[in-house]
């Protein structure tokens, strides 16, 4: 996952006027929010990844609860399939 910074750097708090805080706060919301879309998602269940999971992304994670089972979506293949990779 992509490290955000702590610090933004605004510059020059003093002629900053409602406009320029509004953009900047747009600036800071993308960069949080591309940064925690690039993560997976995980989920588990009592199966196997399916291959009409065509909702979930890829990178998204597969934890089968009865058997322990981890797998990557890895492949949208079309609209209605996808394919999941085992990963051991």
Known sequence: MTKIKEYYNVGDKS????????RILEDMYKILAIAINKKPDIYQRDSDGLTTDTNLSNGDININTSTLKVEILTKH????LVTW???S
């Open 85 to 87: 990779t085992t990963l």
């Open 15 to 22: 002629k900053i006027d409602m406009e320029q805080l509004l």
């Open 77 to 80: 293949d079309s609209t209605t």
